[in-house]
């Protein structure tokens, strides 16, 4: 079983802070389909659509019967693990600093032959040179998922087919993971439910400071007493309005952040002709768009140069955007239109923060239910249903999260045609 | 395994010129440098004259962008028949297959099958991550241990499917070391015992320090020419009496324990009017110990699974009853590259002609060189091996 993270001692301030060398990122283009499945959880490999084979490595025609309709399929993963080992040299830097570091040979039941990375709790096969029980015997089980890697690539895991107590734990996994135990969190606004759903969610989840941002400190709000009075939440002052207001903040914790949660958000109604003026479109881009960027410029780089800080090194960045900002949605039209602006501001993030292997979640959700999202009909999603699903997303290392049905429902739509989405949309949903 | 009784002979086929530009742990030289330095040396000791080898093959790691093309410019060379064989560990046996066959169909006359590798400090390490796309994109993310931890899979299955132990891997890299002792161009030069290979240090499990090659710089090459212009140029040389090569064999089996050798070995055998009990030495290719073992049993000199028990009963250096990599092979006498794939090639040319000095096998008079490369993913595909016999 895995032996528990304890809490980190103080960092040694003398010591130099290391430095990031991501694992091997390159992947060719087919290979990159694993990884677009992998960013939402998922577990997929090629099928073939004629004979039904699975391929791995990834192919660009079957192995079997030369068709090149391969399909990217949910797999289950389980298989049985036919060999291991344990590396004590590497040629790549990220591995180096990482060793003694264990892999497996996993047999798919599904058929292909994988490498994966080997957690902690998998039993090793009967000891080597012992001789006696032949390969059928004995068999060692082992469940595989994907999870992208600090290079944002996706890697196979061999997990038990067990769950057990402390397993995100092992030191592989947490590499691969943003848990938020032992971590310190800025959640940027605390005044509204799903803000405080958050907080709760994450010192659930172990972290270790939540420092939660408060635009206007002396407005006593409703719920900020219960969660101001755990032990690991801090109050602060952050106004995403003011750039001053937020490198004030990234220069009192900046060097302490390891996970930022951006849910501060400005959700008026409406689209263009019910309004008049840009008031309250300018409001929403101002926290919605510009608050991302501030945000980000004053906190990115923090976050960047503590990314292979020990154990609980810098990880993870969290916007929460709108399944909106995939296509708009014309009865909130001017909010649809500034998520989509932070939507595409959050993929420059991304690919700025991936080389020091910070990874940016981004969270769709659909219609939260909350005082904006009033006159919607159900489904809409809980406060706390979001929360669990961005802990999750960080515990699980995902990076695209549709939390809910509403957002389900859509980025399925938007997938299999954008066109017939937006004229769906125009139609009244 | 099935018959095919259609393949010709290789009847009239001389391999001859065995050279081997000496192996260095790094060299600021390149791929070109080294083929350069291995044609010179084919030219002078054949005293053929340069303009009249005109067929080639070229096996490099290290050559790219340029290919056999590129080679035939920068030497100055215009052959009529030109192969490039990047085939690493299966280079040899495919240059000589290849030759012998344009040979034999007057293609050509005189082919120089040349092997070459550069090994610069950064070398190794950069080939590694973009060995292959299947490596690229699902072996080297995984720890970028490169080949050590496919072998390291490969060998732990094989200890547990057939009760193999280190020390039955490690009997095979001591007696290699020993004939290594008796070759002056082999990188190791102390004695090595089981005690210090049981101590080496672990790369990746099971897999310990004197299981794996040191990779380096150097060439190996031969010249293929029919049998009667080699006897009128009085070069020594030897005949070829079989030869197969077999890719992406056993493909379905989950974990190589099995290579392409058994698929085709019977027609080897057969071609070559021989058993592996007339059989008086084995060039293995040894880019680990396990893979040694594993072409004893592909190869039929015992039967699978019998492989520990095997090297247990024989003694494997070049004085024993069952002399195998009698250069010291890869293990000690260093890998350079592709070069690796023609070092039991250059040797068993050696052991046949004479010229085997202080490691000659007494009376050796059919030799069998195996080759075995490419790890593209979670195996090595090509497969091959030749039998050669003494000219009489």
């Known amino acids: 079983m895995t032996t528990p993270l304890m809490k980190p001692r103080r960092k040694n301030p003398v010591l130099r802070t290391r430095q990031m060398n991501l694992p091997p990122f390159a992947r060719g283009r087919t290979a990159l389909g694993m990884t677009a499945a992998a960013a939402e959880g998922r577990f997929e490999l090629q099928v073939c659509e004629r004979c039904a084979a699975v391929q791995y490595p990834p192919r660009d025609a079957c192995h079997r019967c030369l068709s090149s309709q391969l399909k990217w399929t949910p797999q289950g993963g389980a298989g049985e693990l036919i060999s291991e080992t344990v590396l004590h040299h590497s040629n790549d830097p990220f591995y180096r600093e990482r060793l003694p570091w264990r892999l497996g040979l996993v047999r798919l039941d599904a058929g292909p032959t994988v490498i994966v990375h080997l957690h ?136 302490k952040v390891d996970i930022v949660v951006n849910n501060a958000e400005v959700h008026r109604a409406f689209g263009i002709a019910a309004r008049r003026g840009t008031d309250a479109a300018k409001a929403e881009m101002d926290i919605n768009y510009f608050g991302l960027l501030r945000l980000a410029q004053e906190f990115g780089p923090a976050l960047k140069a503590r990314s292979a800080d020990g154990e609980t090194h810098a990880a993870a960045w969290v916007n929460v955007l709108s399944v909106y900002a995939l296509s708009n949605y014309p009865p909130h039209g001017t909010f649809s239109a500034s998520k989509a602006a932070a939507y595409s501001l959050a993929q420059c993030l991304r690919a700025e923060m991936r080389p020091s292997g910070i990874r940016v979640v981004n969270v769709f959700p659909g219609p939260i239910d909350d005082e904006w999202n009033q006159n919607l009909p159900p489904p809409k999603v809980a406060p706390g249903a979001l929360a669990s699903a961005i802990v999750k997303a960080l515990k699980e290392g995902i990076e695209d999260v549709y939390p809910g049905d509403v957002a389900q429902e859509w980025v399925e739509r938007w997938r299999e045609n954008p066109k017939v989405l937006e004229r769906e949309l125009a139609a009244g949903g | 395994m099935t018959s095919r009784s259609s393949r010709r002979s290789y009847e009239g086929v001389a391999v001859a010129v065995p050279v081997t530009v ?43 962008p ?22 690493g560990g299966a280079s040899g046996v495919m240059a000589l297959r290849r030759a012998a066959r344009a040979v034999q169909a007057g293609d050509a006359d005189v082919v120089a099958c040349v092997a070459a590798d550069a090994n610069h400090v950064e070398s190794f390490r950069q080939m590694l991550g973009g060995f292959s796309h299947f490596a690229r994109d699902a072996s080297y993310p995984y720890g970028s241990g490169g080949p050590n931890s496919i072998f390291a899979f490969i060998t732990a299955a094989y200890m547990r499917a057939h009760g193999a132990t280190r020390e039955d891997f490690g009997r095979i890299a001591v007696a290699q070391r020993a004939n290594a002792l008796a070759n ?187 080759g075995f490369g490419m790890v593209t993913y979670d195996r090595c595909l090509c497969t091959g091996a030749v039998i050669l016999g003494r000219s009489s």
């Open chain 2, 184 to 370: 002056l161009g082999a990188l190791f030069k102390t004695p090595l015992t089981l005690e210090q290979y049981l101590d080496a240090r672990p790369i990746a499990e099971p897999i310990h320090l004197y299981d794996c090659v040191m990779p380096c710089a150097g060439a190996e090459a031969f010249l293929v020419m029919r049998e009667e212009r080699a006897r009128g140029l009085g070069l020594p040389h030897v005949l070829v009496r079989g030869a197969i090569e077999r890719h992406n064999a056993f493909a379905d089996d989950p974990v190589l324990l099995r290579g392409g050798w058994l698929v085709d070995r019977d027609d080897l055998y057969a071609q070559a009017g021989a058993t592996p009990d007339t059989i008086d030495f084995v060039q293995t290719y040894d880019d680990y110990p396990v893979v040694v073992m594993l072409q004893f049993e592909d190869l039929g000199f015992c039967a699978k699974g019998e492989g520990p028990a095997f090297v247990r009963a024989r003694t494997l250096t070049h004085d024993g009853d069952f002399p195998n990599n009698t250069s010291g092979g890869q293990l000690s006498a260093g890998q350079a590259g592709c070069a690796g794939g023609f070092l039991g090639m250059t040797e068993a040319i050696r052991q046949l002609t004479d010229d085997a000095g202080a490691r000659a096998v007494t009376d050796a008079k059919v030799g069998l060189v195996s």
């Open chain 2, 66 to 87: 340029d290919t056999a093309v590129g080679v035939t410019q920068h030497l100055g060379l215009s052959p009529r028949w030109l192969d490039h064989i990047p085939t």
């Open chain 1, 120 to 255: 902690g709790d998998v039993a090793s096969p009967p000891p080597a040179g012992g001789g006696e029980p032949p390969l059928s015997r004995k068999e060692v089980r082992v469940h595989v998922g994907a999870r992208l890697d600090r290079a944002g690539a996706a890697v196979l895991i061999g997990f038990p087919p067990e769950e057990s107590e402390h397993m995100a734990d092992d030191k592989m996994l947490r590499e691969m993971t943003s848990d938020p135990k032992f971590r310190k969190i800025l959640v940027t606004d605390g005044k509204t439910e799903v803000g405080q759903a958050l907080v709760k969610a994450l010192v659930k989840a172990g972290a270790e400071i939540v420092w939660l941002g408060h635009a206007e400190p002396w407005k006593k709000l409703p719920g900020l007493a219960d969660i101001t009075s755990l032990p690991q939440v801090t109050l602060v002052p952050l106004d995403l309005t003011n750039g001053r207001s937020v490198g004030a903040l990234a220069g009192e914790i900046g060097g």
């Open chain 2, 22 to 64: 000496p192996y260095v742990r790094y060299s600021t030289h390149g791929a070109h440098w080294f083929i350069g330095r291995a044609i010179e040396a084919l030219v002078e000791r054949s005293r053929i004259a340069k303009d009249a080898i005109d067929g080639l093959t070229v096996s490099s790691f290290s050559l790219a």
